[in-house]
Nanobody, 116 residues
Framework: VQLEESGGGPVQTGGSLRLSCAAS????????LGWYRQAPGKERELVAK????????TYGDSVKGRFTLLKGNTNTIWYLQMNELKSEDTAVYFC??????????WGQGTQVTVSS
């Protein structure tokens, strides 16, 4: 399974941005999906995740009420809608998927920079 993010870039404080993740390869192996992020000097942290059937939707505390994890019509694309962006949301955002036997798949990351 290969994952590729798109949609990152600079945005002003209070603005919105939508990230996309496209999965390819043996995508039938995917049973969960989501996003993580890593800010400079900090550990990678959960942004949002859910199982492929939509259950188990979980958000990181810092993004609750502002970010929304959306799944496309197929199991090969999902999105992260980010609203009310803050400077502390600046990070590299990683697309993430889980598969059978606890396999994990990661994208290369896309930079999001929030500034006033």
């Amino acid at each position: 399974v290969q994952l590729e993010e798109s949609g990152g870039g600079p945005v002003q404080t209070g603005g919105s941005l939508r990230l996309s993740c496209a999965a390819s390869g043996v995508t039938v192996l995917i049973n969960g999906l989501g996003w993580y992020r890593q800010a400079p000097g900090k550990e990678r942290e959960l942004v949002a995740k859910m199982r492929l059937n939509g259950r188990g939707l979980t958000y990181g505390d810092s993004v609750k009420g502002r970010f929304t994890l959306l799944k496309g019509n197929t199991n090969t694309i999902w999105y992260l809608q980010m609203n009310e962006l803050k400077s502390e949301d600046t990070a590299v955002y990683f697309c993430y998927a889980t598969g059978w036997e606890d396999a994990e798949y990661w994208g290369q990351g896309t930079q999001v920079t929030v500034s006033s």
